[in-house]
């Protein structure tokens, strides 16, 4: 049994792969991952500490 996220992975023309490279890409303003960074591209900081930079926009290095 396949779950919803899963399948759609697969039927998208990346590999998970890619998209963990991806998310692992760091930003220039804050230097955490782009999956800290929320759909807005506002970074929401690791863990339980919320990002000081400001940052409000993910920029790839
Ligand atoms: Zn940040
Ligand atoms: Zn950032």
Same mark, same amino acid.
């Given at each position: /049994?396949?779950?919803?996220?899963?399948?759609?992975? #697969?039927?998208?023309?990346?590999?998970?792969? *890619?998209?963990? &490279?991806?998310?692992? *890409? =760091?930003?220039?303003? $804050?230097? @955490? @991952?782009?999956? /800290? @960074?929320? *759909?807005? +591209?506002?970074? *929401? +900081?690791?863990?339980? =500490?919320?990002? /000081? #930079? +400001? $940052?409000? &926009?993910?920029?790839?290095?």
């Amino acid at each position: /049994m396949v779950s919803t996220i899963d399948a759609q992975i #697969s039927n998208a023309n990346i590999s998970k792969k *890619e998209l963990i &490279s991806y998310f692992r *890409e =760091k930003c220039k303003t $804050c230097g @955490h @991952h782009r999956i /800290m @960074h929320n *759909e807005f +591209g506002k970074c *929401e +900081g690791v863990m339980n =500490k919320p990002c /000081m #930079s +400001g $940052c409000d &926009s993910f920029e790839s290095e």
